[in-house]
């Protein structure tokens, strides 16, 4: 069973940046899909960004321009650099890893790391 684990979350001012790291115990080629989610609290989980097997890369569109994610596939690490943060970034972030096994779909979850964005 392949395991994920976030780092890099803190407390970080407004404007600030943050880099996520989510390193997978197996190959991230082997999953279809990685991404970030995230919750803030009484929300539901939503995604933040997502990046293929084949690189391509989409974004929510309340991050678009200021989040950017990347894969290192020597490390097995996904990343996920968060700029100009903004204090409605606050949440705990997920890392996400999807395999396609026949025609389902099964899904890997990280912990969480908790990221707080506050003067």
């Known amino acids: 069973q392949v395991q994920l684990v976030e780092s890099g979350g803190g407390l970080v001012q407004p404007g600030g940046s943050l880099r996520l790291s989510c390193a997978s115990s197996?190959?991230?080629?082997?999953?279809?899909?990685m991404g970030w989610y995230r919750q803030a609290p009484g929300k539901q989980r939503e995604v933040v960004a997502t990046?293929?097997?084949?690189?391509?890369?989409r974004y929510a569109d309340s991050v678009k321009g200021r989040f950017t994610i990347s894969r290192d596939t020597a490390k097995n690490t996904v990343y996920l650099q968060m700029d100009s943060l903004k204090p409605e970034d606050t949440a705990v972030y997920y890392c996400n890893a999807k395999r396609l096994v026949d025609t389902d779909w099964y899904d890997t979850w990280g912990q969480g790391t908790r990221v707080t964005v506050s003067s």
């Open positions: 197996g190959s991230i080629l082997d999953f279809i899909i």
């Open positions: 990046i293929t097997h084949g690189g391509n890369t």
